[in-house]
């Protein structure tokens, strides 16, 4: 149930959701891995309880161990349904039923702020950042992005053993600085006004969206074991301080 607080974004409520499914395809009960002190799942959960803003800390999920590990850190539980945690569940759907969940419970919040586990670098000052320019009441949702790792122009595609650029009209022969800018989601941080969100659609960016820079240093998305290497090796070097 949601809990007094004096935290809070324009006098309104936020939550903090980890959306955390059992099920990975990749790396086996990838959420519970733990990467340095810590499961995985505990990195985002530990960062909302230090963003000033946030009021509240949920993780939806539909394993009982990671329920576990998310009620040991302080985090409240709402369990997912199983059609919301298969392989090709939408993020946004989980969301949209948690969004129900709270409507039932009473809960008064006004902001939805989402972190997955699996952009563990984030830090509470990333979260702040997208709440700040949320409350700035001009945009409707924020997601924080990077440079992208590859650039557009750069991608090709291979259709008979015949390579082509991906992009028609590309040169993936330019210069880099010649190439114009691009940028990637990192996962790290979406923001959002609960009114705001859709009843249909995939994405986690609606309405008046808007970007925050994160480095990309604290953008590693961990999908593969050599991803876990890098963000260890990351917070080797101190880079999450």
């Known amino acids: 149930m949601p809990i007094s607080s004096d935290s809070m974004l324009n006098d309104h409520r936020v939550v903090a959701v980890v959306p955390a499914r059992g099920g990975s395809v990749t790396i086996p009960d990838k959420n519970l891995r733990r990467l340095g002190d810590k499961p995985l799942v505990a990195w ?6 230090a963003t000033p803003e946030v009021d509240r800390v949920v993780v939806s999920t539909d394993d009982p161990s990671i329920a576990a590990v998310a009620r040991e850190y302080d985090a409240d539980v709402v369990e997912r349904p199983a059609e919301l945690a298969s392989d090709d569940a939408l993020v946004v759907d989980a969301l949209r039923h948690l ?6 419970e009473g809960e008064t919040a006004r902001y939805l702020v989402v972190l997955e586990p699996t952009c563990p670098l984030r830090t509470s000052g990333d979260v702040s950042r997208c709440l700040d320019r949320l409350a700035s009441g001009d945009r409707d949702s924020v997601a924080t992005f990077t440079d992208a790792s590859l650039n557009p122009h750069r991608i090709w595609r291979i259709e008979d053993g015949e390579p082509e650029p991906f992009l028609p009209e590309a040169d993936p022969w330019q210069p880099r600085q010649s190439l114009p800018e691009a940028y990637e989601l990192t996962g790290g941080v979406y ?51």
């Open 44 to 49: 985002p959960i530990d960062v909302a309880h």
């Open 99 to 104: 969004v129900g969940v709270f409507h039932e």
């Open 191 to 241: 923001a959002f006004a609960i009114d705001a969100l859709p009843e249909a659609g995939s994405s986690l960016l609606f309405e008046r969206p808007a970007a925050v820079a994160m480095p990309r240093e604290r953008s590693v998305d961990i999908d593969t074991e050599l991803d876990f290497t890098v963000a260890e090796r990351l917070l080797v070097e101190g880079v999450h301080e």
